[in-house]
């Protein structure tokens, strides 16, 4: 069975440093990953996928990930944190190919000025 | 190109009623899916629509259930609702059955709360 990890509940950066926000996976075949941005009281927001290819994923608002076959991690990046950048991260998985998601319990990002 | 559209965006109902929750994809999308969504058991996949076919369904009992029409325009219903059928309604809309690297969109969801 699919699933993905996201091992911190709570990730704290201090605005114009680095951040990374962790994913695992675990899935039978080739992993397709998405990752998405939930702010309060809002939808899903699509943020970059991984399907094949080169292993460092460029999407939007600044944001890239790194997939790790060997350590079946995606770990979403971004070189340089705003305040609005605060928010909730899911880290995802698809189950067949279909509109199955498996999403992992999400990371809430907490960037101080 | 609009996003995925879905309402109502708020609602209150009472244990014991049912609700109906509507969700228009994005234009061309023919894959529908919905989710749930509350604090203690994060998001978890409901159902999807495919050309007016349930085409996979997630864990949950059959008070949930949904349709597709031929527009793509998609509903969801729940009956005799549970103080724990509180949360976020997601839907989703993909290209499918295009490929496994089809991103799926999301709609700002509705917001349910049974008393």
């Known amino acids: 069975a699919q699933s993905v990890a996201q091992p911190e509940d709570q990730v704290n950066v201090a605005e114009g440093n680095p951040l990374t926000v962790k994913c695992t996976y675990s899935?039978?075949?080739?992993?397709?990953l998405f990752w998405y941005v939930q702010y309060p009281n809002r939808g899903l927001q699509f943020l970059l996928k991984y399907i094949t290819g080169d292993n460092l994923v460029k999407g939007s608002y600044g944001f890239e990930a790194e997939f790790n076959k060997s350590q079946t991690s995606f770990h979403l990046k971004k070189p340089s944190a705003l305040v609005s950048d605060s928010a909730l991260y899911f880290c995802a998985v698809r189950d067949g190919p279909g509109g199955k998601l498996i999403f992992g319990q999400g990371t809430e990002l907490s960037v101080k000025p | 190109k609009a996003g995925v559209t879905q309402t109502p965006r708020y609602l209150i109902k009472t244990r014991g009623q049912q609700v109906t929750l509507s969700c228009s994809p994005i234009s061309g999308h023919r894959s529908v899916s919905w989710y749930q969504q509350t604090p203690g058991q994060g998001l978890q996949f409901l159902f999807e629509y495919f050309s007016e076919t349930q085409r996979n369904k997630g864990n949950f009992p059959g008070r949930f259930s949904g349709r597709q029409f031929s527009n793509s325009r998609s509903e969801m219903n729940v009956s005799t609702l549970e103080l724990g059928d509180s949360a976020l309604y997601l839907c989703?809309?993909?290209?499918?059955?295009?490929?496994?690297?089809?991103?799926?969109?999301f709609g700002e969801g509705s917001w349910l709360t049974v008393v």
């Open positions: 989703a809309s993909s290209s499918y059955p295009a490929g496994l690297g089809n991103t799926i969109y």
């Open positions: 899935v039978s075949g080739n992993p397709y």
